[in-house]
């Protein structure tokens, strides 16, 4: 097996990604244009999507990764947004692609042209987060748009599923779709909350973080394995696993989350930028197939299917962020009252990405009985055209639009204060714990580093002490393990009343994540200091 292919696009990728860094273009939209320019240089290898790989190996890290960083509490308070757009618009947009795709192109039976309209109805998981870190969209916009790009493959998956079937002479039915929609939603999310509690479990009990780690990268391929076995969504099985093991890290040993914070960062980044970079390098594969199609004909349904898939989001975005609210007053009393501003971001914001050719590039070669699949290779354009065009034309003015449209900032002395009580709260709590602690004579210490715990908790800032090497004749302790031991007793009483300040709203999510990252520093230097 050459493995130089994948390095070269690996490091290219990667080094790309980095530059992109110093320029205003987002990372995505540089390496798809790179992945394009590539792809006709004189000896570059074929880099042909496979599906075999895509899905059960690059799908669940990045939904992992994806979801371990979101909020539960933020995601459920959206729920009803975030299951309109998930489920409801894309098989709004499969229905309306479809019938677009089978009035517009001659010959197109209409079960090819939902295959089509399940392939490019759910945007893309990556290109939606990574253009609002970059943008700042205010936290309800991103949390929607998160939610959305995370549930969404599930559905457009078990859409292309149904019409694929119907496609290939399977006789599909509305029920047997229903049904099969409801074996993988429902299998998916119970396999999730079966395996959640005992990975969790398994995580916290491992002392050795190498070990941790490595079955943090294991997780995912193990939710998305097993649920697919039953036939269920490995993607859902993925999301709820990866957000009930966020919403719980707290509860991991902080060494174990240092550096899984860091083996995250990297994974995510090499594969995200490797996936965009495959994006643009499809493109002689595709052309390669298109056949009779070419020139202004190809080029017209290109430009017909992306302004058809354009519009649709926005057909569904705008009926379903208003009207429900009018005739329900319980939405209006418990979700903030939504404005245009932020449905036009969340129409514009439909990118389409590596999914969508996955899932086109895994439509069989032929139907039941040796025909030809009816149009494939036009289909594999179209969604080409359709995955480039949103993330080219959204991807580039969704920044300047934001900007244009002025939303409110995030009002910095409000999150400054909050954070600020949340740490006098934590301190007196871990102050108390320490004054406890102190009163048994199996914790006793000398004066200066009593003092030095204290002068911890008051200014947040490392300092060095004297280390007495005595050892106390109740505990048998060293002062050492005694001092690490209680500055760890102190740090955990902090990250209790964060954690307890989070699940009350007090805090978001962003801010437990950061104040978490603080204390686990402190631990961590605190624990090389005492050694």
């Known amino acids: ?122 945007p893309d998981a990556v290109a939606a987060t990574a253009v609002a870190r970059r943008v700042g969209l205010p936290s309800r916009i991103t949390t929607i748009l998160q939610g959305e790009s995370l549930l969404n493959d599930a559905t457009a998956i078990t859409a292309y599923k149904v019409a694929l079937a119907a496609a290939v002479g399977e006789g599909a039915t509305w029920a047997g779709g229903i049904g099969e929609f409801l074996l993988a939603a429902v299998g998916g999310v119970g396999v999730g909350l079966v395996l959640m509690a005992p990975l969790h479990w398994l995580r916290t009990r491992l002392t050795e973080p190498l070990l941790q780690n490595t079955l943090s990268l294991l997780i995912p391929f193990v939710a998305y394995s097993v649920a697919e076995q039953v036939h269920a969504s490995g993607v859902l099985a993925v999301v709820v696993v990866a957000l009930y093991l966020g919403h719980r890290a707290w509860e991991v040993d902080f060494a174990t989350r240092l550096q899984e914070e860091a083996v995250w960062k990297m994974v995510a980044f090499v594969l995200e930028s490797a996936v965009f970079a495959l994006i643009g390098l499809q493109l002689p594969v595709v052309l390669k197939g298109l056949g009779a199609y070419k020139g202004i004909e190809a080029a017209w349904y290109a430009v017909a299917v992306f302004l058809v898939v354009v519009a649709a989001r926005f057909v569904w975005v705008y009926p379903a962020t208003f009207v429900p609210r009018r005739f329900s007053a319980r939405i209006r009393e418990r979700e903030d009252n939504p404005t245009w501003r932020g449905a036009m971001v969340t129409g514009w914001a439909g990118m389409r990405g590596v999914v969508s050719l996955a899932i086109a590039f895994s439509i069989p070669l032929t139907v039941h009985g040796g025909a030809p699949f009816p149009q494939r290779n036009l289909i594999l354009f179209l969604t080409f055209t359709t995955v480039i065009g949103t993330l080219v034309v959204q991807g580039l003015t969704l920044p300047p639009l934001i900007r244009f449209l002025r939303f409110p900032g995030r009002d910095a002395q409000t999150e400054t204060l909050a954070e600020a009580n949340a740490q006098a709260q934590a301190s007196r709590a871990a102050e108390s714990r320490l004054d406890e602690l102190l009163s048994d004579e199996r914790n006793a210490l000398p004066p200066p580093l009593a003092d030095r715990l204290r002068s911890v908790l008051e200014r947040r800032r490392n300092a060095v002490w004297e280390r007495l090497g005595q050892v106390n004749p109740v505990s048998g302790e060293s002062v050492d393990d005694t001092y690490r031991r209680l500055s760890r007793e102190m740090i955990s009483a902090e990250r209790e009343v964060f954690v307890k300040l989070r699940d009350h709203r007090y805090i978001d999510d962003e801010m437990l994540r950061a104040l978490l990252r603080r204390l686990d520093l402190e631990e961590a230097a605190a624990y090389r200091e005492a050694a």
């Not at 599906?51 to 539960?72: G, N, Q």
């Not at 309109?84 to 894309?90: D, K």
């Open 1 to 122: 097996m050459d493995v130089m292919p994948l390095l070269l696009l690996v490091a290219g990728s990667a080094a790309i990604a980095g530059a992109a860094r110093r320029t205003p273009v987002p990372a995505p939209l540089l390496l798809v244009a790179a992945g394009l320019a590539v792809s006709y240089v004189p000896g570059v290898p074929d880099y042909t999507l496979d599906p075999e790989v895509v899905l059960p190996l690059l799908l669940p890290p990045l939904l992992y990764t994806s979801a371990s960083d979101s909020s539960y509490l933020d995601l459920r308070a959206q729920l009803r947004p975030v299951a309109l757009l998930s489920v409801g618009y894309v098989l709004f947009a499969t229905f309306v692609v479809g019938w677009a795709v089978y009035g517009i192109v001659p010959g197109m039976p209409l079960p090819a042209a939902l295959v089509l309209g399940a392939v490019v109805a759910p």
